[in-house]
């Protein structure tokens, strides 16, 4: 991995481009954006601590340098609690957010005294019982909010069966330390967390009537991609509801789990376009093209089907045609594939882009979360790495 030092991601992309031999896509981290996002994070929710969700990108350079900023992380199974702890990361640091463990991750969860974990069903707390019942638990609770991704069928508690799964926790004589939620990724304002948090403090002192001495509210992800207006009116909302329901010189430590909005806009992806169709009317004349990357729907792109996100590549320039002077200045409308023979792979319609050449070179910004942890090897094309990475 080399470095560079004095450009933005996509100078820095342009100067690669230049010498670059291969035809692989690859990324370029920029290191700088992790220390401002976690510095704008402390700044807003001097409070709440991050801990940082693995599975959003596990990248090692990612890890580390969030590793070095004191942050703690969120973990769901053995290969990410060793990721981190491989760092030298200490098992306090982490919480084991996935209240759906397999009993062996349980049982390596232990061997390694990673002790925070959340659950939320009944058959969990038997597991639990079996294999850890030293574990500090934190109860998942469902409070569903607008967001690109809902977790709540999948995970959390309902809120009226919390008293049974806290009974059933003291039976068996578990320790439950606190509560967690998530109120889906790419959360659209900050009143869902508004409500999950009034929420907790019902939950939290029913605990405490039960004999429980709670002491985390974990307020989970879901925070937008960008550190602008709209994750400052989040973070507000949640301060003036923590200030109300869980006072600063309480008890409670309360504790998060970014992903995106940590690692989202670290990462530019560089791709190039491998081939090109064009569409010509009978007299010649370009009506739209469709061009092919050389990554796509199932590498680095996969996040932009799920969540329906629009994305807009910068253009890297390495070719010069005819066609290009008759079309200068001009978009055309574009179509763009990604590699594999499947016809889902498609990174974009009808995008505005000027008529590019086989050989050009395509810069995405913002592509640091849930990109190089969901590439698959369908088809066998070469995965995009972070080749690059850039310091300021
Ligand atoms: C995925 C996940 C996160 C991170 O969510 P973002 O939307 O990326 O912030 C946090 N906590 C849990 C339990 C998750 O599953």
Redesign the pocket.
């Known amino acids: 991995m080399k470095t560079l030092q004095g450009t933005s991601p996509y100078e820095a992309a342009c100067l690669l481009i230049k010498d670059h031999k291969d035809e692989d896509p690859f990324f370029i981290l920029d290191q700088q954006d992790l220390h401002k996002k976690v510095a704008i994070w402390r700044e807003h929710m001097p409070r709440i601590k991050p ?1 940082y ?1 693995v ?2 990108n596990n990248d090692p350079t990612v890890l580390k340098i969030l590793a070095g900023l004191g942050l703690g992380f ?1 973990v ?1 199974s053995k290969a990410e609690i060793e990721s981190v702890l491989d760092l030298g990361v200490d098992p306090s640091r982490l919480v084991y ?3 759906c463990k397999f009993s062996s991750h349980l049982l390596f969860a232990k061997s390694h005294k990673v002790n925070k974990m ?1 659950f939320d069903n009944e058959d969990e707390l038997h597991k639990i019982k079996k294999i850890y019942p030293e574990a500090k638990l934190l109860l ?1 609770i469902r409070y569903d909010g607008l ?1 690109t ?1 809902c ?1 709540g069928d999948k ?1 959390g508690a309902d809120p009226e069966n919390c008293p049974k799964l806290l009974k059933l926790a003291r039976e068996l004589q578990l320790t439950v330390v606190g509560v ?1 939620f ?1 109120v ?4 659209q304002d900050g009143d869902s967390y508004v409500r999950a948090i009034a929420g907790c403090r019902k939950v939290l002192d029913q605990a405490i009537s039960l004999g429980f001495t709670p002491s985390i509210l974990d307020i ?4 937008p991609l960008k550190a602008d207006i709209h994750f400052t009116a989040i973070a507000a909302a949640i301060n003036e509801t923590l200030d109300q329901y869980f006072p600063n010189d309480g008890p409670i430590e309360v504790i ?9 806009t670290a990462l530019s992806l560089v791709t190039m376009i491998t081939s090109r169709r064009l569409i010509k009317r009978n007299d010649g004349e370009i009506m739209s093209a469709i061009y092919y990357l050389n990554d796509g729907i199932y590498g680095s792109f996969h996040t932009i089907k799920i969540i329906n996100r629009i994305v807009k590549p910068k253009i890297i320039r390495k070719t010069h045609s005819s066609e290009d002077d008759t079309k200068l200045g001009s978009c055309i409308a574009s179509d763009v594939w990604g590699p594999t023979c499947d016809s889902y792979d498609k990174v974009g319609s009808s995008m505005d882009l000027p008529l590019l050449s086989v050989g050009d070179w395509l810069f995405w910004p913002d592509m640091g ?2 990109t190089l942890t969901l590439q698959s090897s369908f088809n066998s094309y070469t995965k995009a790495s972070i080749q690059y990475c850039k310091t300021d």
């Open positions: 801990f969700a599975k959003c969120d769901a957010a996935q209240p959340t998942r967001s991704m977790f995970f967690s998530h889906g990724s790419h959360a989970g992800g879901g925070f998060a789990e970014p992903g995106r909005y940590i690692a989202g979360d849930y």
